[in-house]
């Protein structure tokens, strides 16, 4: 059974900025990708990003665009979320998941098997 565990929410001004980091207990996949999703109070989870193990390619929500920024250390089986320029929308329990499939759509949520407990981030206006 594979575990992530989130970390780096917290509180933030409008126009700051949040890295936010997940740790897999082991190498989740040799292909597939990791992704983060966020859910906002009374709102369903909405796809922000997501990064292939095998290859550099990634993958954005437009509203992130330009301001996220994901990565990854297959060393430490660790993926990353820079967050700049953050808007109070940007509120939200953010979740960290790991999808074992190939080719398919890495912004839907049911093509991820593996999900962490959410780390919550708070942007005041």
């Known amino acids: 059974q594979v575990q992530l565990v989130e970390s780096g929410g917290g509180l933030v001004q409008a126009g700051g900025s949040l890295r936010l980091s997940c740790a897999a207990s082991a190498r989740t996949f040799n292909s597939g990708a990791m992704g983060w999703f966020r859910q906002a109070p009374g709102k369903a989870r909405e796809f922000v990003s997501a990064i292939r193990w095998s290859s550099t390619t990634t993958y954005y929500l437009p509203a992130v665009s330009g301001r996220f920024t994901i990565s990854r250390d297959t060393v430490k089986n660790t993926v990353y979320l820079q967050m700049n320029s953050l808007r109070p929308e940007d509120t939200a329990v953010y979740y960290c998941?790991?999808?074992?499939?190939?080719?398919?759509?890495?912004?839907?949520?049911?093509?991820?098997?593996?999900w962490g407990q959410g780390t919550q981030v708070t942007v005041s206006s």
């Open positions: 998941a790991a999808s074992s499939a190939y080719g398919v759509d890495y912004t839907a949520s049911r093509n991820y098997v593996y």
